[in-house]
């Protein structure tokens, strides 16, 4: 994030205030809502930092912990450069989607009262044409993304057909092959997950320097 007062990237989150939110029953609060001085409306071609602005306000939703989990990771091809194929199928997996996309609505919903009663002005995005739940879910179905891809190559037990890795990082059925980032929970931890990959990241250290036979430096 670049500021008005010449902020370097990531100096701060620029973020002036923050929500958790259930959905329904939920057995956590799965969703965080934030917001701040900015105008920013997704990731496009040619997208730099967001900066400041004095006129417009930003509310964000991060819908963590989907009930649509049937995404695919495919080779694009036998070159290890070229980037896999990563289709995430958020909301169209005819099991779960619906679910995510209705939480979604309901805290565009939520945001919506809350600027109702501050009087915060006109509404550009998605704007007060789009007014109905059908609408809405219509809306974040089209406009919704993500980009932490994460839970792809799960630890688990030996009897888990669909754990990748053992509890030591190493791909099941291969050799010298370790996967240390995200992509190894089960689940997600949190909403927000930089430090329990960091903690992931040292355990796998400290477990490949054992498997090389090299004393960790305490």
Not at 45 to 71: C, H, I, N, Q
Not at 93 to 116: K, L, S, Y
Not at 153 to 175: E, H, K, Q, Y
Request: charged letters at 25%; hydrophobic letters at 40%; glycine letters at 12%.
């Amino acid at each position: 994030m670049v500021g008005a007062a010449g902020l370097t990237p990531y100096s701060t989150n620029g973020v002036i205030g923050g929500i958790k939110r259930r959905y329904g029953t939920g057995a956590r609060p799965e969703m965080y809502v934030f917001g701040g001085p900015l105008d920013f409306r997704g990731y496009a071609p040619g997208f730099g930092p967001p900066g400041y602005v004095k006129d417009k306000f930003t509310w964000l939703v991060l819908k963590g912990y989907a009930e649509s989990r049937t995404g695919t990771v495919r080779l694009r091809s036998a070159d290890p450069t070229q980037p896999p194929l990563i289709n995430f199928r958020s909301f169209d997996d005819g099991r779960g989607g619906d679910r995510d996309v209705a939480a979604m609505v309901e805290a565009v919903e939520m945001i919506r009262r809350m600027n109702d009663r501050v009087g915060s002005g006109t509404e550009i995005w998605p704007g007060p044409q789009v007014r109905t739940r059908e609408q809405l879910a219509a809306w974040v179905r089209r406009e919704a993304w993500g980009h932490h891809a994460s839970c792809t190559n799960p630890i688990g037990p030996d009897d888990d057909p669909m754990a990748v890795l053992d509890s030591r990082f190493r791909v099941r059925g291969t050799s010298n092959l370790r996967v240390v980032d995200a992509s190894a929970f089960p689940r997600i931890p949190g909403l927000f997950i930089w430090a329990p990959v960091a903690t992931l990241a040292e355990k796998a250290s400290l477990d490949i320097l054992a498997d090389a036979r090299i004393p960790a430096k305490r």
